[in-house]
């Protein structure tokens, strides 16, 4: 069965970057988007980023929209999170998750298949 495994976080201190990555275990594996989405304790899971795999198009949250970018290499079936400028705010844990049906992107409930989550802290 497929997995998602996410790899890359960790603890930075504000102002620090971050790169997360969402390896698909099987090269094969297709989406219509794949997508993070975090949750920090005592909130609910919330959207950051994601892609839509065909056509490259990224959708951001407004609370990460100029210090984030969402890739991906169809090669190695691989998504990239690109943290800049990251603040005490974004720490949370981070999901990644694909979505292989057509779907608003922005909604975790149109999405079908999950990591396990990595966690980012930000220290002030």
């Known amino acids: 069965q497929v997995q998602l495994v996410e790899s890359g976080g960790g603890l930075v201190q504000a102002g620090g970057s971050l790169r997360l990555s969402c390896a698909a275990s099987?090269?094969?594996?297709?989406?219509?988007?794949r997508g993070w989405f975090r949750q920090a304790p005592g909130k609910e899971r919330e959207f950051v980023a994601a892609?839509?795999?065909?056509?490259?198009?990224?959708f951001y949250a407004d609370s990460v929209k100029g210090r984030s970018t969402i890739s991906r290499d169809n090669a190695k079936n691989t998504m990239y999170l690109q943290m800049d400028s990251l603040k005490p705010e974004d720490t949370a844990i981070y999901y990644c998750?694909?979505?292989?049906?057509?779907?608003?992107?922005?909604?975790?409930?149109?999405?079908?298949?999950w990591g396990q989550g990595i966690q980012v802290t930000v220290s002030s």
């Open positions: 892609i839509r795999w065909s056509s490259g198009n990224t």
């Open positions: 099987e090269r094969t594996f297709s989406s219509y988007a």
């Open positions: 998750a694909a979505a292989r049906n057509i779907a608003p992107v922005v909604y975790s409930r149109y999405y079908d298949l």
